[in-house]
């Protein structure tokens, strides 16, 4: 998660501190599908279901979502406490069996691409400006529409649909694919 998407997650986490109800729905569907992503990689080989994971973690954020420092970023916060989530159902799960190496080999490797291709596409969104790299992760890397992109970034859709053409024109060129 880059810097920009970090600050508008604590901005609606801020708003929903305030008493937005809107803002609170918004910020819960954004954690869900981070740690959703999250848990994914980490649940496969353990026998977990994912969702137990986000689940719980949604319900430990609203329980301690006064010990979040407003002042800092979200991301760390929410993922310390899916860290934490996942262990305990670890514990509970209290699974001590071998695993022979060939059984997660494949998604080891996938996870290592996975980690390159995050890291590329973060240095491809580094190359953008704010508002280009903002729209770009919103509909590129987190799959939101143009009119969710809009709505969250409190753009109209014309302007939204300028700055994906303009961010991806921009990739392209820097990468030499044109």
């Known amino acids: 998660m880059d810097r920009a998407s970090d600050n508008d997650l604590a ?11 809107r803002a609170y729905s918004d910020f819960l569907h954004q954690a ?21 994971i986000v689940q719980e973690t949604l319900l430990a954020i609203h329980v301690k979502r006064h010990t979040w420092r407003s002042d800092g970023p979200v991301a760390p916060w929410l ?12 514990r509970r799960q209290r699974r001590h069996r071998r695993i022979d ?17 995050d890291w590329e596409i973060g240095r491809a969104l580094q ?8 729209v770009v992760t919103a509909i590129s890397v987190e799959g939101r529409t143009i009119a ?20 991806l024109a ?6 030499g694919r044109e």
């Not at 080999?105 to 390159?116: C, D, M, Q, S, Y």
């Not at 190359?127 to 903002?134: F, V």
């Not at 969710?148 to 961010?167: D, Y």
Request: without cysteine.
């Open 11 to 21: 901005r609606l986490f801020r708003a929903a501190l305030e008493g937005d109800e």
């Open 148 to 167: 969710e992109a809009a709505s969250s970034l409190e753009m109209n859709e014309t302007a939204v649909r300028v700055a994906l053409h303009r961010g």
């Open 32 to 52: 869900a599908r981070l740690v959703r992503a999250w848990a994914r990689r980490r649940t496969g080989f353990a026998g977990l279901d994912p969702e137990d």
């Open 127 to 134: 190359t953008l400006t704010p508002g280009q790299r903002s």
């Open 170 to 175: 921009a990739i392209a060129r820097r990468f």
């Open 79 to 90: 993922y310390a406490i899916a860290k934490h989530k996942l262990v305990d159902a670890m």
């Open 101 to 117: 190496i060939g059984e997660v080999e494949g998604r080891l490797a996938a996870e290592e691409a996975e980690t390159a291709r």
